[in-house]
């Protein structure tokens, strides 16, 4: 039994909507007060001015030494504060289950002549503990099977922190499927560090009951280890590392012992939660990972995209925060997530469904 429960790291809904109450309440403020002080700046001189030219006027005492706040400069602050207000109020209750699929195609000199046209749908980053609509979610799934791709992955993070967070949802996403398969692998708020435990036996007990929730929905977990995907004869390895993160987060992902029986020369789908491993051991591994696949940092949750340009400040972070990346011939991509945590909504970064097809160039 955990003794701190939904409130402690990791949030439960009752702390993620203490959160986006104060989100909505001071995001917008902190855009009128610039405003506000700009005015009062002004009219602290003109007082000063004034009382200094009253000195000098026969009507000094009745001269008001403060003007009046100019009420355009109060208008302007309010028009602006109201566009962060309904946006944020907007990802609260909608933007967080208004699923988007982004589909991307990636060219590789070495892929097999079988996999060309291969295609994979991605998810992660669920956090089933935040979830508060069934329908919406199952929209979400609908959407995801409705591409129908060959192959599904899930990159970490099933639940917030108890596995028992998934007994809703197990219905849900079993109905996920793919003629190939579908593998999913753990991210740092799958083991349960976030929470105070009675004992380390109530720990280990709850991360295999959500092992065990891996299976009841159909994934085949990759902890540290490799499948081959096989089509016409020919296939490829994926290859499913446990979290691995920098900035304080878990280390458990062994990039040596999961694909330690596959050859150099085979083309590599690794899964990988936190998109810093790529940097920091992917890139340099002696093997070439020719697609990696993460999560873990949900854009933040909150940014701008348009076509052409996305911003979050996540990126200050992480250098790969949303979308494909590519170094020396090898890829990252970087799913925006699923779900969402702590606060409970997503402003301008929407929950992502990804489909990658695989192309020889």
Not at 230 to 251: M, P, R, S, Y
């Amino acid at each position: 039994m955990a003794i701190l429960g939904k409130f402690t790291a990791g949030p439960g809904k009752n702390v993620g909507w203490i959160m986006g109450i104060m989100v909505i309440t001071l995001v917008p403020k902190l855009l009128v007060v610039p405003f506000l002080l700009i005015d009062d700046i002004v009219r602290l001189i003109q007082g000063i001015f004034t009382f200094i030219v009253s000195k000098f006027h026969p009507d000094g005492d009745h001269v008001r030494f403060i003007p009046e706040r100019r009420k355009f400069m109060s208008q302007i602050g309010l028009g602006l504060a109201a566009i962060p207000f309904a946006g944020i109020a907007y990802g609260l209750f909608k933007g967080k289950y208004e699923y988007r699929v982004h589909r991307v195609k990636l060219y590789f000199k070495d892929l097999p002549e079988a996999f060309n046209g291969f295609t994979i749908t991605q998810l992660s980053d669920i956090h089933s503990g935040s979830f508060d609509d069934p329908k919406a979610v199952q929209k979400g799934i609908d959407l995801a099977n409705a591409q129908k791709s060959d192959l599904f992955v899930f990159t970490g993070d099933l639940v917030n922190n108890k596995a028992d967070e998934m007994d809703t949802w197990i219905d849900h996403f079993s109905q996920l499927k793919a003629p190939h398969g579908q593998f999913s692998i753990l991210g740092n708020h799958d083991y349960g560090d976030y929470l105070i435990w009675d004992s380390p036996a109530e720990k280990q007990k709850n991360f295999e009951e959500l092992i065990n929730v891996h299976q009841k929905i159909g994934f085949d977990l990759l902890m540290n280890e490799h499948r081959y995907i096989e089509k016409d004869g020919q296939k490829i390895a994926l290859v499913g590392v446990e979290n691995w993160g920098k900035k304080g987060f878990v280390k458990h992902g062994d990039l040596n012992k999961a694909s330690s029986e596959v050859d150099n020369d085979t083309f590599k789908v690794l899964l990988s939660h936190d998109p810093s491993h790529w940097e920091a051991v992917t890139l340099k591994h002696d093997k070439h990972f020719h697609l990696t696949l993460a999560g873990h940092t949900h854009g933040m949750q909150f940014g701008i995209e348009i076509p052409g340009f996305k911003w979050s400040p996540v990126k200050y972070l992480y250098p790969q925060w949303a979308g494909a990346y590519e170094q020396d011939n090898k890829y990252i991509y970087v799913n925006r997530g699923f779900g969402f945590l702590g606060f409970p909504g997503r402003v301008g970064i929407l929950p992502e469904i990804t489909v990658i097809e695989l192309l020889r160039s």
